[in-house]
């Protein structure tokens, strides 16, 4: 389990599948998934009886802990690091807010993001993450460039919503990048 400022990642449990196959087959949300059909419960439940066993796949619940109202944690999202490559050390990093169909917020995304991106560089010992945006996602695409993700390459009319094409950016961040945003950030924070 991933923890930091009330936030948390666990893994993502049989039980959870309902309320992803919920948020996963969300018109608002589906349009920024690679994958463009609905899924049943039982394609989630094969999705999840195959990602367990593979090493490529490291994927969390993001929950939140309400303990004024009760014990139990609120699912809101979840965060992944997918296609791991061991041999080249990177990984597709991917998030979501579910719970009410968010996609991206202001308070809960941001941390999420961090606890992600620490397990990648960190845990997992990667030198690169990276991500695939399509062109329709601005909030996305802002979200990582403000926390320092470059834009490596942009493939031209790669993915069909709505009877238009669009392009799709691929992103990434080094290892080394990684570590310099942070000593950024502490340099800031230490400063009156």
């Known amino acids: 389990m991933l923890e930091k400022d009330g936030i948390t990642l666990r893994a993502?449990?049989?039980e959870d599948l309902p309320v992803l196959q919920t948020w996963r087959n969300d018109e608002n949300?589906?349009?920024?998934?690679?994958?463009?059909?609905?899924?049943?419960?039982?394609?989630?439940?094969?999705?999840?009886?195959?990602?367990?066993?593979?090493?490529?796949?490291?994927?969390?619940?993001?929950?939140?802990?309400?303990?004024?109202?009760?014990?139990k944690a609120t699912m809101l999202g979840v965060a992944g690091i997918t296609y791991v490559d061991w041999v080249n050390r990177h990984g597709d990093v991917h998030f979501y807010i579910g719970k009410n169909g968010q996609w991206i917020d202001k308070t809960i995304a941001p941390v999420a993001f961090e606890i992600i991106l620490d397990y990648g560089f960190n845990t997992m010992n990667l030198n690169k993450l990276w991500a695939e945006i399509y062109q329709i996602d601005s909030l996305k695409?802002?979200?990582?460039?403000?926390?320092?993700?470059?834009?490596?390459?942009?493939?031209?009319?790669?993915?069909?919503?709505?009877?238009?094409y669009y392009d799709s950016h691929i992103l990434s961040m080094l290892k080394k990048e990684y570590d310099e945003e942070l000593q950024k950030s502490d340099g800031d924070s230490s400063t009156p």
């Open 141 to 164: 695409l802002k979200f990582f460039m403000q926390r320092g993700f470059n834009v490596d390459a942009s493939l031209r009319e790669h993915y069909y919503y709505q009877g238009q």
């Open 29 to 71: 949300l589906r349009k920024y998934f690679r994958e463009w059909r609905d899924f049943s419960l039982t394609q989630k439940e094969k999705w999840y009886d195959q990602m367990i066993f593979d090493d490529r796949f490291q994927m969390f619940v993001i929950e939140s802990q309400d303990k004024m109202f009760s014990k």
């Open 12 to 14: 993502i449990e049989k």
